[in-house]
């Protein structure tokens, strides 16, 4: 079965984390995307492809 690498950036205090999650499906890749407190997240296939993309809008604290 195909796995799925979700890519989640956090900026917290003027640092960026990037946190790197793996799926077996799309489906389950997402479902956590929408549930994630993470500024900018991107799903990736098997063959490195964005799939899923979200972008959520960081307070002016998130940057500081």
Not at 22 to 32: M, R
């Amino acid at each position: 079965m195909a796995r799925h690498k979700l890519r989640a950036h956090h900026w917290k205090d003027g640092v960026l984390n990037i946190i790197d999650h793996y799926f077996e499906n799309l489906e389950h890749a997402i479902a956590f995307s929408n549930s994630s407190d993470a500024h900018s997240i991107k799903v990736y296939d098997e063959n490195n492809e964005i799939v899923h993309s979200v972008q959520k809008t960081a307070t002016p604290e998130s940057y500081a």
